[in-house]
Structure formats: structure tokens, C-alpha cells
């Protein structure tokens, strides 16, 4: 008869089950991770950096009709906010590429389209925040601005203020508790409200005393002095406020990474990191960094844009294959992070199937809210397929779900993928506190997510 060890399922530590390399491994690659974290706060950042890195290896990019052989890496950005990468295999198109997509935006507050006013000889910038964020979060802690003002005749002003120590940083005010007697009766979702989310930018005047709006002014003519715009340059700007912290180690083991952004680019890095270590993979294997996930996929930069499908059928193209026989042979990892199970918040997750930090890459079968609304979920033969080849390649790994059954919910990239006839799953690092402006994962399950994208890349 089987012993109760061969019959029951039981979930490791990937402490555990990691091998002594894996371990080594996990810190270089924490190393690099981090780097990555603080060059790229923001999408376009993130996209500037992963072309960076993608040239480097040899990348080019892709134009439709050039000549592409077994082993041909090629590229395409779009709007310099999403991209994707491509390492074209040894199989033909019409078996079907091996997919891995994650996306580059993130939660934060961007300024309005006419951001600049004073008040009480106080300056600040009007915001709209972007994403699902709990306000109070972000007031009273540093936050430094990254963006772009595309002048009238077309020329971009790149903004980055605040990640250089000697650069100012930002602020939006809160109340002193000894004033707070109102507010702490009010609910946590009330308590602050998006109108004010103004982020304070300066407080000394310019000019005459009988002269108004003189910090306005005097904030403005630094603008200009530095980058050449006047406030009319807003109207065609993209500036974002995003945490100044730079990405961490967290715990007297340092075993963890704080950092803004954990969603999603510690699946961005793994899965670009994936794409750039292949070569001449069976399949072709396609890297996709997309925009716009936390606003819900819309938009030409988003997963639901037709840009990926134009990357995809000149591919095809290239070599007389039909788009749809490709899309009904591939595989998506939908690369995205989960929660991980927090003791301090129990009750709004249920253990047995819960992601836990250190306990590998989380895979949520499906995602969705009530009743699994909305999520594409993936089918019993696909998680099958994953359990063969993370087994194979030593990827410690778990599965998940996000929250108890109504407690809330949420989605990912994935049901636009599996829109489209490509079989997807979602998989990703498990995070304490996501969409914080500092998030925390575990060093061990982001280098398994790397492995386990790699192992995706690499199927035959
Ligand atoms: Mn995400
Ligand atoms: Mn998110």
C-alpha cells in the first residue's frame, strides 16, 4: 500500500528544494534584478532598457520581409512603450511559437495636461493617479518625476528629476494627526481623494511683491531655464510621479527585494532575461512587454492592440504560414505577479490555496472575480504541460489563487492572449503588499520565474 508521503500533495520551501546553485544563482540574478528596477521606473524606461540590453545581445530590429533564419533574433518597440522580442526556431511558424508576455506599466500618479498652480504662495502640480493604488500610500514620502514633453514641432524634453542625490525630489502633504480628528473617522477610501493628490513643487516667489502668482512663476522660469518648455508644453507631456526608493534588500537574511514596481517588471526581467540566454530554440520564442495592464490592456500599446498580432503575421509572413495556424499551436505564459499569503491579512486569503513568498514561482490557473468572471482559465491538459516541463527543468513552483472565493479579484494579460486562440496560462512572482509604492518579493522566487520563462522559451 502507498505511504501517506507518496499519496498526499505537499507543497515545499523552495529553500528546500532549490539546489546550492540555484541558490548561488538567485543572488546574481537578485543583483541584476535590482539594477534593472532602478533604471526603469517607468514603462518607456522599461522599453529603453530592455532595447538596451536586447542590442546588446545581438537583437535587431525587425522589418517586415527581411530574411530570418533559425537562430535570427529580431525586435519591434511600439510608441516606446511596449515591445516585442522574437528567437526564430528551428520549427516552422505553423507548429506554433512559445510565448511569454508581461507587462512594463505600473501603478503610480501622473500630472494632468494642465498640472501647474499655485495657491496660499504654495506651488504644486494637479495629478491623476494611474492604476489601482491606495491613496494614502503615497502622500508624504519622496517621490521623484520621470516623463516627456513632446514639443509642437515634434521634439521630445526627456524628465527625470529626483533619482540623483543631488537632484530635489517631490511631495504631496498630509495632515498632522493633531488636526486629524475628522479625518481618522472617515472610511480609508475616502479619507483621500484623488483631486487632492497634488504634488508640492515649490514655495519661494519671483519678482514684485505686488505681482501674483510669483511661485508659479518662479517655478516655471526653472522649467524653462532647464528644459526649454513653457506651461502651454504640458498639453503634449507625459509625466509621471513614481516612488524615489530605490529597489532594497529586505531582512537581516536579505533574502528579499523591496522595490517600486515588482508588478510587473520582475516578470519583465525574467522573461527578457529568458529571451535574451536562447539560442536556436525548437519553437520560435516571442517576448512580449506591454503597456497599459493596469488600465486594463487598452490602447495601442496594450495586449489588446492589434500591434502584436501585425509583429506576429509578418512573421508569418515571412514564411507563407497562416496567422491562425500559428496562434492554435502556441503557448502563452502570461507572466504576471500574485499575492502572496500574509499572515497580518489572513482573513482575506484562503492557506490551502494560496501563494507563498518563498515557495517558487506562484501559477494561477485562472484569475476573476466572482465566480471566475473573466478570467480565461486555463484547461486541466495545459497545467499538465507546465507541471512537465517546470518538473524538468527543477523550476520550484506552486499554485495559487488571488484571495478567497468573493473576496475580491483581479486579472492579467492572460484572457487577451487566450482571445486569440493561444492556449495561456498566468505565472509570476508572489508579492507582499503589491501595488504599495514598495513592494516585496522573495530573491529565490524571482530566479525561478526567470527559470521557469527560460523552460517556457525552450519547449520543444
Ligand atoms: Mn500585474
Ligand atoms: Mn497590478
Not at 536586447?54 to 519591434?76: D, I, N, T, W
Not at 512580449?288 to 500599446?301: A, F, H, I, N, P
Not at 491538459?381 to 488571488?402: C, H, I, P, S, Y
Amino acid at each position: 500500500m502507498p505511504t501517506k508521503d507518496e499519496l498526499f500533495y505537499k507543497r515545499k520551501s523552495a529553500y528546500d528544494l532549490a539546489s546550492e546553485e540555484d541558490n548561488a544563482k538567485s543572488e546574481e540574478y537578485a543583483k541584476e534584478y535590482k539594477s534593472f528596477l532602478d533604471n526603469a521606473k517607468t514603462e518607456r524606461e522599461s522599453i529603453k532598457e530592455a532595447v538596451r540590453l536586447a542590442s546588446a545581445k545581438g537583437f535587431v530590429p525587425f522589418q517586415r520581409g527581411m530574411e530570418l533564419s533559425s537562430g535570427s533574433k529580431v525586435y519591434a518597440v511600439s510608441g516606446g512603450k511596449a515591445m516585442i522580442l522574437a528567437v526564430i526556431g528551428k520549427k516552422e511558424l505553423s507548429e506554433g511559437v512559445n510565448i511569454a508576455a508581461a507587462h512594463v506599466d505600473a501603478p503610480r500618479i501622473d500630472l494632468k495636461q494642465i498640472p501647474l498652480y499655485e495657491e496660499a504662495d504654495l506651488a504644486f502640480f494637479k495629478t491623476h493617479y494611474y492604476g489601482g493604488i491606495k491613496k494614502y500610500q503615497w502622500v508624504a514620502q519622496p517621490l521623484s518625476l520621470h516623463g516627456v514633453v513632446i514639443k509642437k514641432d515634434g521634439t521630445a524634453v526627456n524628465i527625470v528629476i529626483g533619482e540623483d542625490e543631488n537632484d530635489p525630489v517631490f511631495m504631496i502633504t498630509d495632515l498632522l494627526p493633531h488636526l486629524g480628528k475628522d479625518q481618522e473617522k472617515k472610511l480609508l477610501g475616502e479619507a483621500f481623494t484623488g483631486e487632492n493628490l497634488n504634488i508640492l513643487i515649490g514655495s519661494q516667489p519671483l519678482g514684485e511683491e505686488k505681482e501674483d502668482n510669483r511661485v508659479k512663476f518662479h517655478v516655471m522660469s526653472i522649467l524653462n531655464e532647464k528644459y526649454g518648455i513653457t506651461e502651454e508644453d504640458f498639453l503634449s507631456a507625459e509625466i509621471e510621479a513614481v516612488p524615489l526608493m530605490g529597489a532594497r534588500d529586505v531582512g537581516l537574511d536579505r533574502s528579499m527585494i523591496g522595490a517600486y514596481a515588482h508588478d510587473d517588471r520582475s516578470s519583465v526581467f525574467a522573461i527578457l532575461k529568458g529571451i535574451l540566454n536562447v539560442d536556436n530554440p525548437s519553437k520560435t520564442a516571442v517576448c512580449v512587454l506591454v503597456d497599459k495592464e493596469e488600465v486594463g490592456s487598452d490602447g495601442v500599446t496594450g495586449m489588446q492592440s492589434a500591434m502584436f498580432d501585425n509583429f506576429m503575421e509578418d512573421l508569418c509572413d515571412s514564411y507563407g504560414v497562416k496567422l491562425r495556424d500559428c496562434y492554435r499551436n502556441s503557448f502563452c505564459l502570461s507572466a504576471d505577479v500574485c499575492n502572496a499569503y500574509d499572515p497580518n491579512f489572513a482573513d482575506v486569503s484562503e492557506k490551502l490555496n494560496s501563494a507563498k513568498l518563498g515557495y517558487g514561482m506562484g501559477v494561477l490557473k485562472y484569475s476573476g472575480t466572482r465566480g471566475k468572471s473573466g478570467t480565461s482559465d486555463a484547461s486541466a491538459e495545459l497545467v499538465a504541460l507546465l507541471r512537465k516541463v517546470f518538473g524538468d527543468n527543477n523550476v520550484v513552483w506552486q499554485m495559487t489563487q488571488l484571495g478567497k472565493v468573493d473576496q475580491g479579484g483581479g486579472g492579467t494579460v492572460a484572457k487577451f492572449m487566450a482571445n486569440r486562440n493561444i492556449d495561456t496560462i498566468d505565472a509570476g512572482v508572489p508579492v507582499l503588499s503589491m501595488h504599495a509604492p514598495y513592494e516585496i518579493v522573495s530573491k529565490l522566487d524571482c530566479y525561478m520565474t526567470y527559470k521557469g520563462a527560460l523552460s517556457i522559451y525552450e519547449q520543444d
